[in-house]
Antibody
Framework: EVQLVESGGGLVQPGGSLRLSCVAS????????MHWVRQAPGKGLVWVSR????????TYADSVKGQVTISRDNARNTLYLQLNSLRVEDTAVYYC???????????WGQGTLVTVSS | QSALTQPASVSGSPGQSITISCTGT?????????VSWYQQYPGKAPKLIIY???NRPSGVPDRFSGSKSGNTASLTISGLQAEDEADYYC??????????FGGGTKLTVL
C-alpha cells in the first residue's frame, strides 16, 4: 500500500524557517517524480514544487521561488521542503504528492499544517 | 503563473449531469494533454479522478469523464449522486515545467 506521511509542520513566527519531511512507503520511491502542493485554510490548491527521481530538475511556483527548496533522500525514502523567510500568507496545509508519470498526482499524503503567526 | 479559471460553484439534482470548465492558455491547458482533475472532501486530501485529459484511474466510476477543446478542459459528471458533492480542481502542466491548479469548483447536489 502506498503511503506518504508528512511531518515538520507547526507554529512559526514571521521570518522563521521550517523543514517539512515526507516519508514514502509501499513503492520504489527513487523511481518517481514528487511534488509539494499547499492549501491555505478555506482556499484552493496551489502547486508549489516538483523534483525528479534523481533529485535534479527542481521547479517552483513563482510565488515561492527563492523562498523554498525541494530535495529528496532516496536512501531514506524521504522528500523534503525547506521553507525560509516565512510570511503569514504561507500558512497552509502542505501536501506531499507522488507523480505516477507526467503530472499525474496519484497519491497524496494527509498533509502537515504550517501556521505563520506572531 | 495565474490560476486556471473554474466556476466557483455548480449544482445539480441527483441523476442529472453537470460540467465543470477549466480555462487556461496555450502555455498550459491548450499546449499539453497533461490536464488532470481532483476531487476533495472537506478536511481530506484530494483524490485523482481524471488524468491526461480523459483517462480514469482504476476505481473511479465511469460517471466521471473529461475532455478538452482548445484552452478549455472540462469535467462531466453524469448520473449525479449525493456522494459527488465535493470540491473539484483541475491541474495542468505548463511550458515552464511547473504546474498550475484551477481555483476550484464547489459542487452542490440539490
Amino acid at each position: 500500500e502506498v503511503q506518504l506521511v508528512e511531518s515538520g509542520g507547526g507554529l512559526v513566527q514571521p521570518g522563521g524557517s521550517l523543514r517539512l519531511s515526507c516519508v514514502a512507503s509501499g513503492f520504489t520511491f527513487s523511481n518517481y517524480w514528487m511534488h509539494w502542493v499547499r492549501q491555505a485554510p478555506g482556499k484552493g490548491l496551489v502547486w508549489v514544487s516538483r523534483i525528479l527521481p534523481d533529485g535534479s530538475g527542481a521547479t517552483y511556483a513563482d510565488s515561492v521561488k527563492g523562498q523554498v527548496t525541494i530535495s529528496r533522500d532516496n536512501a531514506r525514502n524521504t522528500l523534503y521542503l525547506q521553507l525560509n523567510s516565512l510570511r503569514v500568507e504561507d500558512t497552509a496545509v502542505y501536501y506531499c504528492v507522488r507523480d505516477q508519470r507526467v503530472w499525474i498526482l496519484d497519491y497524496w499524503g494527509q498533509g502537515t499544517l504550517v501556521t505563520v503567526s506572531s | 503563473q495565474s490560476a486556471l479559471t473554474q466556476p466557483a460553484s455548480v449544482s445539480g439534482s441527483p441523476g442529472q449531469s453537470i460540467t465543470i470548465s477549466c480555462t487556461g492558455t496555450n502555455s498550459d491547458v491548450g499546449g499539453y494533454n497533461y490536464v488532470s482533475w481532483y476531487q476533495q472532501y472537506p478536511g481530506k486530501a484530494p483524490k485523482l479522478i481524471i488524468y491526461e485529459v480523459s483517462n480514469r484511474p482504476s476505481g473511479v466510476p465511469d460517471r466521471f469523464s473529461g475532455s478538452k477543446s482548445g484552452n478549455t478542459a472540462s469535467l462531466t459528471i453524469s448520473g449525479l449522486q449525493a456522494e459527488d458533492e465535493a470540491d473539484y480542481y483541475c491541474n495542468s502542466f505548463t511550458s515552464r515545467h511547473t504546474g498550475v491548479f484551477g481555483g476550484g469548483t464547489k459542487l452542490t447536489v440539490l
